[in-house]
């Protein structure tokens, strides 16, 4: 066994079966800002074979505080967190296949992502993909680990197809859908307990350590000294449309996904086209320039100064509209600079 490996292959409860599971596995992180960049560093380091991570956002000064991956550079050339993350996990593991996936995590992408996947990370900030993930991971039976932080707080759950409720049979009974990110402001110490978590459980379902998996619903407050486990089994919905005996998979469905979204915490909207498409960037760079607009731009994205607004123009076609939560007048101004 690789004497890189071998301080985790002591660990009788993974040991070097457990660690040629684990070389085996792919893992895909959906999201990747505090949780995903930390989930993803992990993942990399314990030997994971691989790593698909899809964030449709780039790095920003503002999550240097907590987003561990990133630096002063990347946000200096506004990088795709995605791309970033690839360039750094590559430095710390070249045994490890990794996969950046520059878009928004929809129903349509996540059944593409999901066919050769063992287990899905959830590292995202909205519950909108959340209950896509949910939905995703007990139409093709994959194991999920849903985990979330704000200010001091923080909560994870396994959720296993077949074994335990899944987030939809929850919602009705735990009240957690109103834990995205927004006002508390976040510290680095939740960020990494939840990390903590989830990383733990995967460990668990990569080596096939299923009794070790926690049935329980946790949550804490580092600040307060509060930790908290609630029992989940009898949650179960033998009616629920994601999970039970006449599932339909409701989050999956097309018409429930919105074209326009508030990016959460942030004074912004992303605006997705309503079909898929791939943008020449170096045209539209001059374009722009030649109608007296200020460009900035990378392979992955060009940042256009619409004062008071900034366009951030991705070449799958969306744009994150800075400066407006309004989304109607997100949507004119995307119309008018690719419409």
């Not at 991971?137 to 074994?163: E, F, N, R």
């Not at 049979?169 to 903590?196: E, F, R, S, Y």
């Not at 989050?251 to 605006?271: P, S």
Request: aromatic letters at 6%.
């Amino acid at each position: 066994m690789n004497e890189r490996y071998s301080r985790q292959t002591l660990f009788p409860a993974i040991g070097e079966e457990g660690q040629k599971k684990i070389r085996k596995k792919h893992v895909l992180i959906i999201g990747a800002g505090a949780l995903g960049s930390g989930n993803a560093e992990v993942m990399t380091r314990a030997g994971i074979g691989k790593l698909t991570i899809v964030d449709r956002d780039y790095v920003e000064e503002s999550n240097l505080q907590r987003q561990q991956l990133y630096t002063e550079e990347d946000v200096f050339e506004k990088m795709p967190k995605a791309a970033a993350a690839e360039k750094r996990l590559r430095a710390i593991n070249s045994e490890t296949d990794i996969a950046a996936v520059i878009t928004d995590a929809t129903p349509d992408r996540l059944e593409e992502l999901v066919q050769t996947v063992d287990l899905i990370i959830d590292s995202t900030d909205n519950f909108e993909t959340r209950m896509a993930i949910n939905d995703i991971s007990q139409k093709y039976q994959i194991p999920w680990i849903y985990g979330a932080c704000v200010g001091s707080y923080g909560m994870s759950l396994t959720i296993i197809p077949g074994m335990t409720p899944c987030l939809h049979c929850l919602l009705k009974k735990i009240p957690i859908q109103g834990m995205t990110c927004d006002t508390g402001g976040i510290i680095a110490p939740a960020v990494q307990m939840v990390i903590a978590h989830q990383t733990a459980e995967a460990l668990k379902i990569l080596v096939e350590d299923w009794d070790a998996i926690r049935t329980t619903f946790t949550s804490f407050d580092l600040w307060g000294n509060q930790y908290t486990n609630i029992k989940i089994a009898k949650a179960k919905d033998d009616g629920c449309l994601s999970c039970g005996e006449a599932r339909t998979y409701p989050f999956l469905q097309n018409e429930n996904l919105m074209k326009t979204t508030v990016l959460c915490g942030r004074d912004t909207v992303q605006v997705r086209p309503p079909a898929k498409q791939q943008l020449d960037l170096a045209r539209l760079s001059k374009q722009m320039q030649a109608s007296g607009y200020q460009i900035k731009g990378n392979p992955y994205l060009i940042s256009v100064e619409m004062k008071p607004q900034r366009i951030v123009v991705f070449n799958d076609g969306r744009a994150l509209i800075h400066g407006t939560k309004d989304l109607s007048q997100a949507k004119a101004i995307y119309n008018r600079l690719l419409g």
